[in-house]
């Protein structure tokens, strides 16, 4: 592919195929340096697998992946260097302090001691966890759980962010909270996927938003763009996404009208 | 819609539930598992068969206790019956501190219309029936073929085995009951591993302290253990021998056994269900712990990726009492071990005794390899993170199984250095077994691994994969077995299970894509 110096991920012709299911259907999109790019679709229509794929835990069956200019089907050692990954559910171990789980992380990421304990304390005095530091991850509550999490995937400074549904579970103060650090990670220059089912927060956070269904982009642009190409012009997100993948009972992108408006 | 037996909501329409359950946990494959069992249990059924229809006809039928000879069989019985017991009692406690800290669908099944009872006499049962397949699938054929041709009376042994798993739930519910009310649930956990563990391997430690002790009774000829016996005066007809006799195809002591024993069950599952519901839930709790003020030490932070996994394994390893409590099990089996090397220090002429401590050190490093290597390679709480990690997943799997073969040789490295001192050949024939042992572990943890997250890694222990333990445990032998005859002076013998060992742990290869 060729170099674009302002693209963080580059994404053509994902496929990846389950059995006789196919998760991810040919899938292209990009996103930029200093962007929020919100990936939504319905259940099922292979946001996780295609954010699974560009994280190196799957195997993509065909397409290309560059980010940052590294091809990371090739190098996935030198992609992942750059990159953080979130699940929906917050993996941490019970029996480790946030400390230790700190210094693990940062010592998967090569990080030199001196660097990561200045990062750890930093990340924990931010996110509202240092008082904590010595106590096991089994003593905390989900939302202090996902603040750990958070603190872990930015103590290698990740240029590009990938999170699957961050604020489940969370409380409104730690729900800002995230929302908050996202914002500034993006203002930082780097860029940040994430994956929601609550679409006010895309609607919000998001500076593009992608809309995928049975692993195909259908629509992919700012809110304004998505609501004059759907034809949905001062609807909210919702009433966008609804009228693409909601009462369709499952066609294909072909036989709704609202996608074929909107291309 | 259901597929299960009985009404909706009824004890036999719930057991049917928990047998389900009881079936498909683990993850033991259609396609593996099942058709190693039953490909086991038909060579059994068929061997039995062979071997009862030669011998059932000259076998007298029961019942037993008229005889002199009758109370020698009844007292064997017994001790077997105790042994399997004891085995049984363990299970159970393990089982039922299961159903306390691992909730699972008790949540659901105590939110339901269902009375609290049913839920857990239920759940008690199946623990019952949960301990039963082994011995069902090693005495049931022999018990077939022998009321087939000796007599009916005979199958009485299955009945009675079953009243036993009953009683044995029933005792286990009873001991852990008695715990929670005493030590607490923190404490009761990690107790009743031990007792289950101690309890388990009672019988048999007390059988090998027999054993290594009274050189006089294990070098006795039959004749003078006969007499040894008959001058104990049994009288076949004694309360003790109830079960025995129960096993041994006396209907009225089996209809005594299955009523005493289904009276164990009830009080156990009544005194055991009058508390649950408080205790589960401050078993629930317990794992919080919330210090009283801020710790402010900020620890050194240390680098390096092997360093990193190696440091945080270890302290996983340290920090899961169930599992030093489980592995301090496996420790307990070997204590007889230790008898022997007092011997030796004390008495030069064991030397053929001491010989056995090759084998025995091999069996030792293998048990635990496999264990720590299972855990640290297929329990991961964070498997994306790892995962998602810049490094080849060649060089975390290497910091995994030195993580898990540390601990293993800092366990045995005194013994064997002290071997080396003491008896420099029976030594050098130990550490290779060892080093044998954790190589062929490694591989194993490594090809057959079935990831999941620690902390449901309580119940998988258990199950694990059959394909794997299996393996894992003849391998374990067949190394032993090299080793053995190594050191005993048959280094030609000893290639034969050497070969053996190895072609089984390449047989137990699995490409990096299949695995779990």
């Given amino acids: 592919m060729t170099s674009d110096p302002t693209l963080a991920l580059r994404v053509r012709d994902l496929a990846k195929t389950y059995g006789d299911k196919r998760a991810v259907d040919g899938l292209s999109f990009d996103v930029r340096r200093g962007e929020l790019y919100a990936l939504l679709g319905p259940n099922g229509a292979g946001k996780t697998t295609t954010l699974r794929i560009v994280s190196g835990l799957l195997d993509a069956d065909g397409g290309a992946i560059d980010v940052f200019d590294v091809d990371a089907l090739t190098d996935p050692i030198a992609a992942k260097r750059m990159i953080a990954w979130l699940p929906d559910e917050p993996m941490i171990y019970d029996k480790l302090t946030v400390w230790e789980y700190l210094e693990f992380v940062a010592g998967l990421w090569g990080i030199d001691a001196k660097t990561a304990a200045t990062r750890a304390e930093d990340l924990l005095k931010l996110l509202g966890l240092w008082d904590n530091r010595n106590d096991r991850c089994e003593s905390f509550s989900r939302g202090m759980k996902q603040k750990a999490v958070l603190a872990g995937a930015m103590i ?11 604020l489940t579970g969370l409380d409104a103060a730690a729900s800002r909270f995230v929302k908050d650090l996202l914002r500034r990670k993006v203002d930082e220059g780097a860029a940040v996927i994430l994956t929601t089912h609550i679409l006010e927060v895309a609607e919000r956070m998001a500076d593009r938003i992608g809309i995928i269904k049975d692993g195909r982009l259908l629509i992919e ?19 966008v996404f609804l009228s693409l ?11 709704n009208p609202a996608i074929e408006a909107a291309k | 819609m259901s597929t299960l037996a009985g009404r909706p909501g009824s004890a036999l329409w719930l057991l049917g539930n928990e047998l389900r359950l009881y079936w498909r946990r683990g993850r033991m494959g259609p396609k593996s598992g099942v058709i190693i069992l039953g490909g086991i249990l038909a060579l059994w059924l068929v061997m039995s068969f062979l071997i009862f229809r030669a011998v059932g006809p000259r076998i007298p039928p029961p019942p037993l206790g008229h005889e002199s000879l009758d109370a020698a069989v009844l007292a064997s019985v017994t001790v077997a019956a105790g042994f399997i017991a004891s085995v049984m009692i363990s299970q159970a406690i393990l089982g039922v501190v299961e159903a306390i800290y691992t909730r699972n669908d008790l949540d659901l099944l105590l939110s339901s219309p269902l009375s609290p009872w049913t839920v857990l006499i239920v759940r008690s049962s199946a623990i019952a029936v949960g301990v039963l397949p082994l011995y069902a699938g090693l005495l049931g054929p022999p018990v077939i073929w022998l009321s087939v041709f000796s007599s009916p009376l005979w199958f009485s042994a299955l009945p009675a085995l079953a009243a036993l798993a009953f009683a044995a739930t029933g005792l286990g519910l009873l001991i852990v009951t008695a715990l929670f009310r005493t030590i607490g649930p923190k404490r009761t956990r990690i107790f009743a591993q031990i007792l289950s563990a101690l309890t388990g391997a009672a019988l048999f430690l007390s059988v090998q302290y027999f054993n290594i002790t009274s050189h006089q009774t294990s070098s006795a000829t039959r004749e003078q253990a006969v007499h040894w016996f008959a001058r104990l005066h049994i009288d076949p007809g004694a309360i003790w021998l109830t079960p025995a006799r129960a096993m041994t195809g006396d ?12 009276a164990v069950f009830v009080v156990g599952v009544f005194l055991f269900s009058r508390r649950f519901v408080s205790d589960a839930a401050a078993a629930s709790t317990m794992g919080v712990r919330r210090r009283a003020g801020i710790d402010t030490r900020v620890a050194r932070v240390r680098a390096g990726v092997t360093r990193s996994i190696v440091r945080k394994e270890l302290r996983l390893l340290w920090r899961d009492p169930v599992l030093l409590s489980q592995i301090g099990l496996q420790l307990v089996y070997y204590v007889p071990l230790l008898l022997v090397v007092v011997q030796f220090n004390h008495d030069g002429a064991t030397q053929p005794i001491v010989r056995a401590l090759a084998p025995a050190f091999t069996l030792l490093a293998s048990a635990l390899a496999g264990s720590l290597i299972w855990i640290t390679v297929s329990a991961e709480d964070a498997p994306d993170l790892v995962a998602s990690a810049p490094i080849p997943p060649e060089k975390l799997e290497r910091g995994k ?17 002290v071997l080396l001192i003491e008896a420099p050949g029976v030594a050098a024939w130990a550490i290779g077994g060892c080093i044998a042992a954790a190589a062929s572990s490694a591989l194993i943890g490594l090809w057959r691994r079935s990831q999941g997250s620690r902390r449901d890694f309580f119940r998988r222990r258990r199950a694990g994969t059959l394909v794997s333990r299996l393996g894992q445990t003849i391998v374990t032998l067949t190394l032993s077995a090299t080793v053995g005859f190594g050191v005993y002076g048959y280094p030609w013998l000893a290639i034969i299970p050497g070969i053996m060992a190895a072609a089984i742990t390449i047989a137990l290869y699995k490409p990096r894509a299949e695995r779990g």
Avoid: F, N, T
């Fill in chain 2, 251 to 262: 209907v009225a002591a089996l209809l005594v056994w299955v009523a005493a024993c289904g």
């Fill in chain 1, 245 to 255: 993948i909601g009462d369709d009972g499952g066609a294909a992108p072909g036989d």
């Fill in chain 2, 401 to 417: 199984i030195l993580a898990a073969l540390l601990p293993v040789a800092a366990l045995m490295v005194v013994p064997l250095v």
């Fill in chain 1, 156 to 166: 290698h400074e990740p240029k590009l962010l990938m999170l699957d549904e961050p």
């Fill in chain 1, 221 to 239: 642009g700012s809110l304004a763009e998505l609501q004059a190409r759907a034809g949905a012009a001062g609807q909210s997100l919702e009433d």
